[in-house]
């Protein structure tokens, strides 16, 4: 499956952004799909994933600001991030793992959306 991120930019504090992924080559109904992000300086760490159950796992620092949602019809998986922080700044990723559960690593990754947060 091939995964392409869209969506990312400059904005301010306080305000909202929705990042889009695009599957294509496969249906994403296989795969277990989410959004990793990594910060300048720091390793990439899981925002929300899905499993092909619907059943959502939320990184460890991770608040509720972000929601996941999966089209299957669409073949596509966005990120709604609201009230969003300078801290969120950083390369969003879309991927996707194998077999459909969230319990292993991801197989196939984008190439990441930047999104920048000013304050």
């Known amino acids: 499956v091939r995964l392409e991120e869209s969506g990312g930019g400059s904005v301010q504090a306080g305000g909202s952004l929705k990042l889009s992924c695009v599957a294509s080559?496969?249906?994403?109904?296989?795969?277990?799909m989410g959004w990793f992000r990594q910060a300048p300086g720091k390793e990439r760490e899981r925002v929300v994933s899905?499993?092909?159950?619907?059943?959502?796992y939320y990184g460890e620092s991770v608040e509720g600001r972000f929601i996941i949602s999966k089209d299957n019809d669409a073949n596509t998986l966005d990120l709604q991030i609201d009230s969003l922080k300078p801290e969120d700044t950083a390369m969003y990723y879309c991927?996707?793992?194998?077999?459909?559960?969230?319990?292993?690593?991801?197989?196939?990754w984008g190439k990441g959306t930047l999104v920048t947060i000013s304050s």
């Open positions: 899905i499993d092909t159950f619907g059943s959502t």
């Open positions: 991927a996707a793992a194998i077999g459909g559960l969230c319990s292993r690593g991801m197989d196939y």
């Open positions: 080559g496969d249906t994403v109904r296989r795969y277990c």
